[in-house]
């Protein structure tokens, strides 16, 4: 089996190892990251879980951190890889089954600078693999979940329109805050789903066909809920931890 590594170059002077964690854990759970300090700029290379995180951060390939440029490359081809075992437990999902294009979302509102270039390639790589089955039976169930909180039995997000959510918002947020929904991990699209825009959201998790402009507002979303820590498997769309160094 081929090494789940990716080669980083053109690592600005001040970039840490903490840094370079904080940034490419968007990707996926990392094993471990390898800095090579001689030579001007710095490399490293960064091991990650799985392939399908490693192909993430391939996307990164011009991404700018501290204010450098990176280059990132490998040396094996990493195709998205979905165990059997990702076909059970839709109630919770890792970083890495999230689609590229919310993984996208989240870099912009934590700050870091991506190009739409890497924003298309996002989108591109969301067409071409597909989005993981596991991450689309997760929003399937959490679309129910949020629909029957907001409407009623047997209702959903995705079949009402959004000026019904208008209405259905208030009562579902004091519903939220009766049962405790909103101290559960992976609040953000729970909360999102059931907004005005709750129809918008779901789509765009759902659906590869997007523009650059959607990733750009699902970002504005993102920055506007709450920011969190990417290193946490929640599907949460979660920013990176405090003190990482942004461009």
């Given amino acids: 089996m081929s090494q789940v590594t990716v080669n980083v170059s053109g690592i600005a002077p001040s970039t840490t190892r903490d840094t370079l964690h904080d940034f490419f854990s968007f990707c996926g759970k990392i094993n471990s990251i390898d800095i090579k300090e001689e030579g001007d700029p710095k490399s490293a290379v960064v091991t990650f879980e799985k392939h399908s995180a490693a192909n993430t ?17 490998s040396d094996a081809e990493h195709a ?38 890497i924003l298309q390639r996002a989108i591109d790589l969301d067409n071409k693999q597909g989005i993981s089955s596991k991450f689309l039976s997760y929003m399937s169930n959490l679309d129910k979940s949020v629909g029957e909180r907001a409407l009623g039995p047997d209702q959903t997000v ?90």
């Fill in 80 to 117: 998205d890889h979905h165990d059997a075992h990702d076909h059970q437990h839709h109630d919770s999902i890792e970083q890495s089954d999230k689609p590229r294009a919310g993984i996208a979302a989240e870099y912009l509102a934590k700050g870091y600078k991506l190009s739409d270039h």
């Fill in 57 to 73: 951060a391939l996307m990164l390939n011009g991404g700018t951190l501290d204010g450098a440029t990176l280059t990132v490359t």
């Fill in 158 to 247: 995705s079949s009402k329109v959004q000026s019904t959510f208008k209405q259905a918002h208030t009562r579902a947020k004091t519903i939220d805050e009766q049962k405790g929904y909103s101290k559960v991990a992976h609040e953000y699209y729970s909360k999102a789903l059931c907004s005005p825009l709750g129809q918008s959201v779901f789509s765009f998790y759902t659906n590869t066909s997007k523009q650059v402009r959607d990733i750009h507002e699902e970002a504005v979303r993102i920055k506007e809920h709450k920011p969190q820590s990417p290193a946490s498997t929640s599907p949460a769309p979660a920013p990176a931890t405090a003190g990482a160094s942004k461009a």
